[in-house]
């Protein structure tokens, strides 16, 4: 409810099913020993103390075989939530719920052997709890050697190592997205030779590590500024000014940040959350740049030199004036401690970047949840000549769609190969070849997309069904192959079933989720398929 941490989760059984439980099946099939029930409520339910959600559903019917364990405090927490009494009935709820392990508040500690006793509670479902908590130590050894995970020399091995050091920059490389790239502003040239570097996480250490950074120490951190010094070495004038805080009201440094950008060849901005702004407990109800920030990039923008806009954030934002006035936009996420290397790595092209978004990023606040995957309506916004939309007051779209991403290099699609029917084993053959017609050897992510035209439930307007990533040297052509199985066709219905039904269906290939080629193709199944959670 309204993007809060915490607050109650209302769905239905066939969109819980659908959307929100496949993730955690699929932590099951791949052997994971441990849950943790969340906070929130689902369907009126507290998930500690919900016997449908931890038993009926974890382990009856996906044979679930390790332990659950609440999250901090959330056993107690079931008397706020209004469904428990006393302390010994928050015990006895999340117990026979199917939680095997409290989290901090002790209250099984103090309260389950009183249940037994008072015949309340059998002491062979207390076992069988322990049982499993004590399978899990088992299996990694802990009896044989408690300590095994405590190995000081791997420790000073491993840790901070060239191998990992250079994993983390390769990571934080391959997961900004660029978003926007005016005239080819990017990648600059290291021939250069005045840099104005704007910012409040410019020279920062502390926020680009995002939240829950655990063990993550501000030393190793590698700021911008110093992974640009790294890159350039001392023959650039680079110009730092931080320009203005997170929240701070202060304006007193635009006029030094505006005489560095007007006096440098390119302007590089370097803005966001902070760190906290973002992860558990830190929902916003306005995403734009927080504090002086805008304020600061008008600023920088009257200059009249290209400006190159560095994001560092934890969730989509609100960037229409953003994106209007950058030459380039990239997004950098929270980089991590290689953040600088990392950044200059892009900005200078020695990584061309290849990510795409995995959310949608919405023009404004009042078009959240803005998912790509919307279910059709009756007076649809998106119809062509449809006079209907969702607001009267923005554009019915997105900033940037769930999948977008731009490289330096460019991408030709060629037209995608795709039969007209399932073949007899309910297989599909979908096939494109793309181009790289750019200047730049490059990755690029194709997304293959199925729309189900006619069901017995309102269905969405598209879902993606696969997607490959693949590098392309410039100036070559790569096929890109998917299968495509009747069975990814069907939908969980509110009994929870899963159900494949015959019809026409829309195939999808494309860069993005609305930048896509489309062919039709039909599956003649006889009837309804069912398939149960379970399977």
């Known amino acids: 409810q309204a993007g809060r941490d915490y607050a109650p989760v209302d769905l239905s059984l066939s969109t819980l099913a659908e959307v929100y439980l496949p993730p955690f099946k699929a932590c099951v099939d791949a052997g994971v020993r441990t849950f943790m029930s969340a906070f929130n409520s689902v369907n009126g339910i507290p998930a500690t103390g919900n016997r449908w959600l931890m038993t009926e559903l974890l382990r009856n019917r996906w044979n679930f075989q390790g332990f659950v364990v609440s999250d901090w405090n959330a056993v107690q927490e079931l008397k706020a939530h209004g469904v428990a009494e006393t302390d010994k009935d928050a015990a006895l709820m999340a117990f026979r719920a199917g939680v095997d392990m409290d989290m901090t508040d002790g209250l099984y500690n103090r309260c389950l052997e009183e249940a037994v006793r008072e015949g309340q509670l059998d002491v062979h479902a207390i076992d069988a709890a322990v049982e499993r908590i004590l399978r899990a130590k088992y299996v990694l050894g802990l009896f044989d050697d408690p300590y095994r995970f405590l190995d000081l020399k791997r420790e000073r091995r491993e840790v901070r190592s060239e191998s990992v050091t250079a994993l983390a920059r390769k990571a934080a490389t391959a997961s900004m997205v660029l978003l926007k790239n005016a005239n080819a502003t990017l990648p600059l040239s290291e021939q250069t030779k005045r840099i104005a570097l704007v910012g409040p996480l410019a020279n920062n250490r502390s926020e680009v590590m995002g939240s829950w950074k655990a063990r993550g120490e501000e030393k190793d951190v590698v700021t911008v500024l110093d992974g640009i010094k790294n890159k350039l070495g001392k023959d650039v004038m680079l110009n730092y000014v931080q320009g203005c805080n997170f929240l701070d009201p202060s304006t007193h440094e635009f006029s030094a940040a505006f005489e560095a950008a007007k006096h440098s060849d390119v302007v590089i901005a370097v803005v966001g959350e902070k760190a906290l702004m973002s992860g558990e407990s830190r929902s916003r109800a306005v995403l734009r740049l927080p504090g002086k920030q805008q304020a600061l990039l008008d600023t920088l923008r009257k200059a009249g030199k290209p400006l ?135 990755e690029e992510i194709v997304q293959l997309y199925v729309a189900d035209k006619v069901a017995s439930m309102v269905r969405p307007v598209k879902e993606l069904k696969g997607f490959q990533k693949v590098f392309i040297p410039k100036g070559q052509t790569k096929r890109v192959d998917f299968v495509l199985h009747a069975h990814d066709l069907g939908f969980w219905d509110n009994t929870m079933q899963y159900v494949v039904e015959p019809g026409t269906f829309e195939i999808m290939v494309g860069k993005n989720s609305e930048d896509l080629q489309k062919k039709e193709a039909t599956w003649k199944g006889d009837s309804r398929t069912p398939y149960y959670i379970s399977q």
């Open 308 to 442: 190159v806009v560095v994001l560092m954030n934890g969730r989509p934002l609100c960037l229409e004036k953003v994106d209007k006035q950058s030459d380039a936009l990239l997004e950098a996420w929270f980089p991590g401690t290689q953040c600088g290397n990392a950044v200059a790595d892009i900005l200078f092209g020695d990584a061309v970047p290849s990510a795409k978004l995995t959310t949608s990023f919405p023009l404004t606040e009042g078009q959240i949840p803005n998912y790509y995957n919307y279910k059709r309506s009756g007076r649809p916004g998106d119809m062509p000549h449809s006079s209907t939309v969702r607001h009267i007051d923005v554009p019915n779209k997105n900033l940037y769609p769930f999948g977008y991403g731009l490289s330096y290099t460019t991408f030709s699609y060629g037209e995608m190969q795709c039969p007209q029917q399932f073949s007899a084993d309910g297989s599909l053959q979908v096939s494109v070849e793309v181009t790289n017609t750019g200047r730049f050897d490059g």
